[in-house]
């Protein structure tokens, strides 16, 4: 497809499992953007990837969270012992690089129950 | 710490007038601005941004403003049209290392309702 896509668009585990969340981000693209939205708020930054690596994860919320982009292409979140406070709509974003205007995904909407 | 304000939860505007949504950052090291658009289900769509080196950038219907001083940047679409229903959001960026850097700060978004 043309644009960012999002899998699955809603995902609803129980506490304490294990989520992952996939990212595949506009073919050509270096940067990758995870970012957070929850109800009635702005999204909130996680991780942004050049390339393969990591460039900024200052905005995982804890150890829990972690992502991957093992070959600068598709990215995964991944939700270790997931939390009710944990529920919100995940978006990724792509660039062809980190000066670049970001398009976003629909966002992957989680329910923790 | 919410650096990026919209203070205005909701707005809403007649088909034909003008539509002025608000923007306050508190972030001095901020310096590009962008407006993003997002319908129900959707991701964020950008729509217009600006640099701090600017006060004004038009975009057809849309054109955002730039007071650094006051740390205020608005967004004005006339004539606003029933389709510009959406919520926006107002977010910037610090530049890093002599290149802007696509980490954004988002404020909390306005919803905008156009009535015909």
């Known amino acids: 497809g043309a644009g960012v896509s999002q899998t699955p668009s809603n995902k609803v585990t129980e506490k304490g499992k294990y989520v992952e969340l996939r990212c595949d981000p506009i073919s050509g693209h270096t940067a990758l953007y995870w970012y957070r939205q929850s109800l009635g708020q702005g999204p909130e930054f996680l991780i942004y990837?050049?390339?393969?690596?990591?460039?900024?994860d200052s905005g995982l919320p804890n150890d829990r969270f972690f992502a991957v982009r093992p070959e600068g292409s598709v990215s995964t979140l991944k939700i270790q012992r997931t939390e009710r406070g944990d529920s919100a709509v995940y978006l990724c974003a792509s660039s062809h690089a980190e000066d670049t205007e970001a398009f976003f995904g629909q966002g992957t909407r989680l329910t923790v129950v | 710490d919410q650096q990026v304000k919209q203070n205005s939860p909701s707005l809403s505007v007649q088909e034909g007038r003008i539509s002025i949504l608000n923007c306050d950052y508190t972030?001095?090291?901020?310096?590009?601005f962008l407006w993003y658009k997002k319908y129900p289900a959707e991701g964020p769509t950008f729509l217009i941004s600006i640099s701090s080196i600017k006060d004004k950038n038009e975009d057809g219907r849309f054109t955002v403003f730039l007071n650094k001083s006051a740390k205020h940047l608005s967004l004005h679409i006339v004539p606003s049209q029933p389709g510009d229903s959406a919520v926006y959001f107002c977010?910037?960026?610090?530049?890093?290392?002599?290149?802007?850097?696509?980490?954004?700060?988002f404020g909390q978004g306005t919803i905008l309702t156009v009535h015909p």
């Open positions: 972030n001095s090291m901020f310096d590009y």
């Open positions: 977010a910037a960026s610090v530049d890093a290392g002599g290149t802007s850097y696509g980490k954004l700060t």
């Open positions: 990837f050049q390339g393969t690596g990591a460039a900024d």
